[in-house]
């Protein structure tokens, strides 16, 4: 059963000399597809670009909390056009980072866009610093039936609170260092069919990779550290992990 990295921002620059062999490299260790969320409404063409260019790479579009200076008030409609085209597997990254600048327009951005993914019927990728609590709030009150929270690190009781409302967690590099016992916790007690794994590359890189480029051939480290952390044989979490990101992002 292959992997998919549910979260890498394969667009960027970091990539630009060997994007393809890149690809290459997390195929030959069964990472098969990927999933890129948008940051920007100047990254989305870039997106569109090698999704066609690559096979296997699937896209999302939104405006990412960490750059609310550069989005401009139009974006939203060029959002809502965006997903109009198609291409889309969901809304992202978005979401609210209480480390970043403005929390009232981050706020208006974040609801803006969690009622486009009502309307289009697709997931959301989110963000967080310090706001899980207010983002399962406006997640819940948007009626938002699939989300999934990028590199979870919050508590046994949040990871249980995202689980029950039918939401997934992102795993990622995090769970392979040994003193970050509190999102390991949270992890290894979290349900199954609730978890998901990313990398975040070209950043978050894994135990023993540090001030390197994170690529989603690496994924297969978090992988290990998964299969450490939890009472289900690798074969099991494969497949549980194959599955969940299949329902969340409606894939065959």
């Given amino acids: 059963m292959s992997l998919i990295d549910t979260h890498c921002h394969l667009n960027l620059q970091a990539f630009d000399e060997d994007r393809a062999e890149m690809l290459m490299r997390a195929h030959q260790v069964g990472v098969t597809h990927v999933v890129v969320p948008g940051i920007t409404a100047a990254s989305w063409a870039q997106q569109r670009d090698c999704a066609k260019r690559y096979a296997n790479w699937f896209n999302a579009f939104g405006l990412h909390p960490y750059f609310i200076d550069q989005h401009q008030d139009g974006d939203i409609d060029l959002l809502a056009q965006q997903l109009h085209q198609g291409g889309a597997i969901a809304v992202g990254e978005i979401g609210l980072d209480a480390t970043c600048a403005d929390m ?30 207010e983002l399962l709030k406006c997640t819940r009150e948007h009626g938002v039936e699939r989300a999934v929270v990028h590199a979870f690190s919050g508590s046994e009781q949040q990871a249980l609170a995202w689980a029950d409302a039918g939401y997934y967690l992102g795993v990622g590099g995090v769970i392979t260092y040994p003193r970050a016992q509190k999102t390991r916790r949270a992890i290894a007690s979290a349900p199954l069919h609730a978890l998901v794994l990313e990398t975040d590359s070209p950043d978050m890189p894994t135990c023993g990779k540090q001030g390197q480029r994170n690529e989603p051939a690496y994924m297969t480290r978090v992988f290990d550290a998964l299969c450490e952390i939890r009472q289900e044989p690798p074969h099991v979490l494969r497949a549980a992990l194959h599955a969940n990101t299949c329902a969340l992002f409606g894939l065959s």
């Fill in 104 to 133: 009232p327009r981050q706020r208006k951005l974040l609801h803006a866009q969690l009622e486009l993914a009502v309307e289009f019927q697709l997931p959301v990728i989110l963000h967080h610093r310090k706001t899980l609590d």
